[in-house]
């Protein structure tokens, strides 16, 4: 797993002195000075400019320090997933859930799914929703984590290496922050986008917003559009903070409490559901199966792309 000195190299950084890191870990500054000593030779990099008037991050340091907090974070959930694992009930299903993957649809059947399989048990784990974890867990459902709630579309899953079961379909809504001039609205039309900057996930994502881009291109260049690379926190945050608008589902209304989700007039949307292993195991199979009869979903409703 990770090297616990970079939590020692966090606080460092952070504090800018290696007594200040001392008080804050509560041990010595010279323990402090010999972990930092110990971390840049074992990686063979040297983090810190050392100066009479302080210490400040070298290059490699400001490198590192970008990186740290998130390998640390993975690997105290890596560790907790596979803690997880180690129950080995063939009854249990490990649900991912994160701020952009929540399962509530999924919960909200919960009910009527248990009246057909009365033994299956849900153990929800979280992870942080980051590109790397998108990347990671999708592509790897059923090591650590059995299944994920979320939108997707043919397009999405070839992407992501993994399958889907649609269990509603979502329009696509605007989201834009509570001081935006369109935020006391409860529907929106495409003229009302007139003169706005529209975020929108970059081509190849999904099909359909790649349709709604075009349409967009085509019959409405006044609108701004503009790529990103990924949903998560920091583009809700951005989207708030520049006062533009950001192209979501109602299931994100409550990912940023600043920010309204309203609905568009227009019929561009994409399947919510269950994302799964290419090669379910068989628990993850008896819940596919439940759920078809719940939701009356026959076989060609259910989303298959091979590579």
């Known amino acids: 797993m990770y090297n616990p000195q970079l939590d020692t190299f966090i606080c460092v950084a952070e504090s ?5 890191a001392a008080e804050k870990m509560f041990i010595t500054a010279p323990a402090v000075i010999k972990q930092i000593n110990s971390l840049e030779g074992s990686l063979g990099l ?7 008037r302080g210490l400040s991050l070298t290059e490699s340091g400001k490198s590192l320090y970008k990186d740290a907090e998130y390998v640390i974070k993975y690997c105290k959930e890596s560790v907790i997933r596979a803690k997880n694992a180690m129950s080995g009930d063939e009854n249990i299903i490990r649900v991912g859930v994160s701020l952009m993957t929540s399962p509530q649809v999924f919960v909200d059947l919960w009910p009527k ?6 033994d299956m048990k849900f153990q929800l784990v979280p992870f942080e929703n980051t590109l790397e974890n998108a990347k990671e867990i999708l592509g790897n459902l059923g090591q650590n984590i059995d299944v994920v709630a979320g939108i997707f579309d043919d397009t999405m899953l070839k992407l992501r290496k993994c399958n889907g079961i649609e269990l509603t379909r979502q329009k696509f809504c605007l989201a834009v922050s509570v001081k935006h001039r369109l935020a006391d609205r409860e529907m929106l039309e495409l003229s009302d986008l007139k003169g706005e900057k529209l975020m929108l996930m970059h081509r190849g994502w999904s099909n359909y917003v790649d349709m709604l881009r075009d349409e967009l291109w085509r019959e409405h260049p006044e609108i701004e559009i503009e790529d990103f690379d990924f949903y998560n926190v920091d583009i809700f945050n951005k989207c708030e903070n520049e006062n533009k608008m950001l ?3 109602k299931s994100w209304e409550n990912v940023h409490p600043l920010m309204r989700v309203i609905p568009v007039d227009w019929n561009y949307g994409m399947s919510f559901g269950l994302l799964y ?4 195991s068989e628990k993850v199979k008896r819940l596919l199966k439940a759920i078809k009869q719940v939701k009356g ?5 259910e989303y298959k792309v091979q590579l």
């Open 46 to 52: 040297q983090l810190f400019d050392r100066t009479h």
């Open 113 to 118: 799914i248990h009246e057909n399989i009365p």
């Open 297 to 301: 979903i026959i076989h060609k409703a």
């Open 16 to 20: 800018g002195s290696f007594s200040k």
């Open 277 to 280: 292993s290419k090669e379910p």
């Open 247 to 249: 192209l979501a589902v």
